[in-house]
């Protein structure tokens, strides 16, 4: 008896692993997410047995070989989730309270391509050869091994990744936590914008459907180094159609002889909490019909032909004209006015004021 049991759990544990392992065909119930940035999106966090038990419906898309796990394949979540030197971050606890939160006929999966200390230049298929010629020649390599293991290429990496994602399930929404080492870049939200719109555009990506989610650095108030830079972090999302803010407020820095740059297990619990509970938010708000959207009930639009007008907006509001690649067709402000001309097709309008979003709409211009 004790031996039919055995084989009873050896069979059953063969069938959960090709469950998660093969090749999965298209399947909406599969919802899929793709992240990168650096060092805190990667996780610095020690990895312990605990964070080996994992829920089945939580999954990751592997982003580079890793022991006997192949990259380009699913397998059950198991730390790490991005290159080999990983350890916990906000990605780990994202995905299981999305698992956890979301009806069981979901699987979640991620996706991981992160590596510590480096610009977004990185990520930027236009700068990143020069990028690496630059870092390398002044001596700056110790990241390279996990460069390596992403196929010298994080770009294309997370772009290859990202199409077969699209081909086995749906992608939900994109994480982003990186730049502390651009602290010093004055137009690094563009350079962030330019890969975003670069991203959305070579993956065919609908920027209604697909949020861009986007954390702040460990705050001033607990000691973080860079916690001045949050406003820049603001700001980089105010320029991104359907970004949105992940606060970083009373996650605990690491102390790491004086400096707190990283989170510790606690702070990127939180983080990841936050990740999810907006994303788990939005997917409720995407649930409702597109055609002029908003979460505020108290601002409406209404468009006649080509001219746009906003209602219940305070006085000194503005409204962003953005393409569903991200890119910026022109700025009314007021109550609105006449579309420009590049506008056609569909289209966002992103209403704020004194720097703080207010409404999204998404409409068709003929």
């Known amino acids: 008896m004790k031996i039919r049991r055995t084989l009873i759990a050896q069979v059953l544990s063969i069938v959960l692993w090709l469950s998660v392992t093969v090749c999965f065909a298209q399947n909406p119930n599969l919802h899929i997410y793709l992240a990168f940035g650096q060092s805190n999106m990667s996780g610095v966090a020690p990895i312990t047995k605990e964070d080996f038990i994992h829920n089945p419906r939580f999954l990751v898309l592997r ?5 006997s796990q192949k990259m380009g394949k699913f397998y059950m979540a198991t730390p790490p989730l991005g290159n080999s030197g990983a350890g916990i971050g906000p990605l780990d606890f994202f995905g299981r309270a ?3 939160s979301l009806p069981d006929s979901i699987r979640v999966a991620v996706v ?10 990185l990520f930027d298929k236009d700068r990143y050869q020069e990028y690496l010629k630059r870092s390398l020649k002044e001596g700056d390599s110790w990241w390279e091994p996990y460069l390596k293991e992403y196929g010298g290429n994080l770009y294309q990496r997370l772009v290859d990744l990202g199409k077969i ?3 086995q399930g749906v992608i939900k929404g994109i994480l982003f936590h990186q730049g502390e080492a651009d602290a010093l870049r004055e137009d690094w939200p563009t350079r ?25 650095f460990v705050t001033s108030e607990m000691g973080g180094q860079m916690g001045w830079r949050n406003p820049t972090v603001e700001r980089t999302v105010e320029m991104i159609p359907n970004a949105h ?27 990841g909490r936050r990740y999810a509970d907006t994303m788990l938010r939005l997917l409720g708000e995407y649930s409702e019909p597109r055609k002029g959207l908003s979460f505020n009930e108290y601002i409406s639009m209404q468009q006649t032909g080509r001219h746009f007008s906003i209602f219940g907006a305070p006085a000194n509001a503005r409204i962003k004209l953005f393409d569903l690649q991200g890119n910026v067709l022109g700025v009314l402000v ?11 097709g569909r289209t966002i309008a992103v209403v704020e004021s004194r720097r703080r979003i207010l409404a999204r709409f998404v409409f068709d211009v003929d």
């Open 63 to 67: 982003s580079v070989n890793l022991s």
């Open 98 to 100: 999305m698992a956890d």
């Open 112 to 121: 991981n391509v992160s590596i510590g200390g480096q610009s977004i230049d």
């Open 165 to 167: 994602a699209k081909r």
């Open 192 to 216: 962030v914008r330019k890969v975003y719109r670069d991203l959305m555009a070579d993956l065919k990506l609908d920027s209604t459907k697909v949020p861009f989610l986007m954390g702040e």
């Open 245 to 271: 803010l992940i606060s970083a407020k009373g996650c605990p820095g690491l102390n790491e002889n004086g400096i707190y740059l990283h989170f510790t297990r606690e702070g990127y619990e939180m983080l």
């Open 334 to 344: 007021g109550k609105g006015g006449e579309l420009p001309p590049n506008a056609c």
